[in-house]
C-alpha cells in the first residue's frame, strides 16, 4: 500500500468548482437477474446524495437498466459535458466501467473520474496503474469520501486529505487515509427522485414498480467463497425500524413503489432488531412486497415468528444452502448444518412465502457425479427455485490466491456467478458449464406439474410467470442450445 507524501503538487485536473456530477451503470447484463427485474442503482442513489450535500448537481445515468450500448454512452456524456463522472463496478462489469471513463476523458480531458465498488476497493493499484483514465478510486464506502472529494474540489483543495482514496502522485500510486465506517445508516442522504421510475418493475409481478432498499451493511461470517466480509471488514451495522419503515413509506406514497428488494447482505442478523421491523411494517400495512436473502439458521431462529414475515409482506426469501456435504460447508466456514437447509424450506412452504436456494458447484474435487448428487440433493429440499452457481474465486481474496493454478479464465466479464471460471480436477470448464444447466433443466422441468397443480393461488401465478420469463429468455435459450448440442454419448463425460 502506498504512503502519503507531500513532494508532488496536489491534482486537482479542474480549473472551476465542480457543478456537473454523472453517475453511470454500467452496462453489463447479469443473465437470469435482468430477466426477473429492472433493478434501481442504489448504490448511486446514495453518491448522489451525496453530491448534492457538496452543493453538486447530480444526474443518475442507467445505462444498464435501458440497456443502452457504449454509443449511446458516449452521446450521453457528450450531451451532460459533466464536470466530474463516477462509476462503481463488481468484478464482472469492471472493464465496462472502465470503458465509461475512457470515453470521458476521451471528451473531455479535464473531466474528473472516479470509481468504486468492491472490486476497485481491492485491485486499485492495478486499476490506476493500467488505466490512465480514472482518476480517484474511492476505497470501501463511498458516500461520504464522495463528498468529501468533491468539497476539496471546490476549493482547490488537496485530495490526499481525504480519507478513502486511491490516487496517483506523480509516478506513484498511494492511498489516504483509510475511513471509518458510517455507524449511523440512518443519517445517508438518499436522492431518489433522480431515479426514472417507470424503468423500475418486478417483470414477476405484472404491473409492479420495483424498489431497493437497505436496511443494514454488512457481514460478520467468514464463507471463502464470498467476498462480502472482506469488503465491510466482518462488520454488521443495522439501520433503526422506524427510519426503515419511514423510507418505505415514503417510496410507496411518493413514488409508487410496491415491490422492494432488501438488498442486506443479512437484514436479519440481529433478531430483536428485526422482529421490531416486521411488527412496525405490521403495524403501518403498507402494500408493498418484500423480498430478501438470509440465512438459513436465522429461518430456524425465527420458527416461531415466521407468519410474521409474510403479514409484514415478504413474499420471497433466497437462502445460500450451499452444499449438501457437511465437510464442504465446514471446508468453506458456512457455520451451518446440512440438516438445517430442509427446516428452512418447509417454514417457508408452510407460510406461503417463495424459497429460493443456492448451491455452489465446481470446487476442485467435483466430478459429474458429485454434480448429479448436488440436483438430487435441490429436488429432495424441493424449493420453489434454485441456483446452481460455479464456484467463482474472486480476484481480490485469498480463495484466487489458493485455486489460481485450476483458474482457466482471466476475462472479468464472466466472473459472474454464470461462466464457471475454475476448472475442477476431474471436469472441463466446458463440461462444467454444461453440467451446471443441465441442473437448471432438469430441477425446473421436474417441477411444472407441481407449479400447475399448486392450490396456493399467489405462489402458482408467481413462479409459472417467473418460469416462462427465464425459459423465454436470450441467456437461457442460448445455454440450453449449447446443452442441447453437447448431449450425445460421451459429451458430458469427465476429462479424458
Excluded at 186 to 208: E, H, I, K
Amino acid at each position: 500500500m502506498g504512503t502519503i507524501d507531500s513532494c508532488p503538487p496536489p491534482f486537482n485536473p479542474m480549473s472551476s468548482p465542480p457543478k456537473k456530477v454523472l453517475l453511470v451503470t454500467p452496462p453489463y447484463h447479469y443473465g437470469l437477474t435482468d430477466v426477473l427485474g429492472r433493478w434501481i442503482p442504489l448504490n448511486l442513489v446514495y453518491l448522489a446524495g451525496a453530491a448534492r450535500q457538496a452543493g453538486a448537481d447530480p444526474e443518475i445515468y442507467d445505462a444498464q437498466v435501458l440497456s443502452h450500448g457504449f454509443p449511446e454512452i458516449e452521446a450521453k456524456l457528450a450531451a451532460a459535458s459533466p464536470d466530474v463522472v463516477a462509476v462503481g463496478a463488481v468484478t464482472a462489469a469492471v472493464n465496462d466501467a472502465l470503458r465509461i471513463l475512457e470515453l470521458a476523458k476521451k471528451l473531455n480531458p479535464a473531466t474528473v473520474t472516479v470509481l468504486g465498488g468492491v472490486h476497485a476497493s481491492f485491485l486499485y493499484r492495478e486499476i490506476l496503474e493500467s488505466s490512465p483514465a480514472v482518476d480517484f478510486v474511492a476505497l470501501g464506502e463511498g458516500e461520504a469520501t464522495f463528498r468529501e472529494l468533491l468539497e476539496t474540489l471546490s476549493e482547490s483543495g488537496d485530495p490526499k486529505a481525504v480519507a478513502g482514496l486511491a490516487l496517483r502522485q506523480g509516478e506513484r500510486i498511494v492511498t489516504s487515509a483509510a475511513r471509518a465506517p458510517e455507524l449511523d445508516l440512518d443519517r445517508l442522504p438518499a436522492a431518489w427522485d433522480l431515479l426514472d421510475w417507470s424503468n423500475y418493475r418486478y417483470q414477476v409481478l405484472p404491473d409492479s414498480r420495483l424498489g431497493s432498499i437497505a436496511t443494514s451493511r454488512g457481514c460478520a461470517h467468514d464463507c471463502s467463497f464470498c467476498s462480502q466480509q472482506l469488503f465491510w471488514g466482518h462488520s454488521w451495522r443495522g439501520r433503526t425500524p422506524a427510519a426503515v419503515v419511514e423510507e418505505i413509506a415514503l417510496l410507496h406514497g411518493r413514488y409508487g413503489v410496491d415491490v422492494l428488494q432488501l438488498t442486506d447482505e443479512h437484514p436479519t442478523r440481529d433478531p430483536k432488531r428485526w422482529e421490531a421491523l416486521l411488527d412496525l411494517l405490521i403495524e403501518h400495512a403498507l402494500p408493498v412486497r418484500l423480498i430478501l436473502e438470509t440465512r438459513v439458521s436465522d429461518l430456524i431462529r425465527d420458527r416461531d415468528i415466521i407468519a410474521k414475515y409474510k403479514k409484514a409482506g415478504v413474499i420471497h426469501v433466497s437462502i445460500g444452502v450451499e452444499s449438501l456435504e457437511q465437510a464442504r460447508l465446514d471446508e468453506v466456514h458456512k457455520g451451518q448444518r446440512v440438516e438445517e437447509a430442509q427446516q428452512a424450506v418447509e417454514l417457508l412452504r408452510e407460510n406461503g412465502i417463495v424459497s429460493e436456494i443456492s448451491l455452489v458447484l465446481g470446487f476442485p474435487d467435483d466430478t459429474q457425479q458429485t454434480v448429479a448428487q448436488a440436483l438430487r440433493f435441490a429436488q429432495l429440499l424441493n424449493p420453489d427455485s434454485a441456483n446452481f452457481l460455479p464456484l467463482t474465486p474472486w480476484p481480490y481474496t485469498p480463495l484466487y490466491r489458493e485455486l489460481n493454478e485450476l483458474i482457466r479464465e482471466t476475462d472479468f466479464s464472466r466472473y459472474n456467478l454464470i461462466d464457471p471460471v475454475l476448472e475442477p480436477h476431474g471436469m472441463t470448464l466446458a463440461q462444467l458449464d454444461l453440467a451446471l444447466t443441465d441442473c437448471f433443466r432438469k430441477f425446473y422441468m421436474g417441477k411444472v406439474f407441481e407449479v400447475m397443480t399448486m392450490k396456493d393461488e399467489f405462489r402458482r401465478g408467481y413462479m409459472v410467470r417467473a418460469t416462462k420469463l427465464i425459459m423465454a429468455s436470450a441467456f437461457v435459450m442460448k445455454k440450453f442450445g449449447m446443452l442441447v448440442k453437447a448431449m450425445m454419448p460421451g459429451k458430458l463425460g469427465g476429462k479424458k
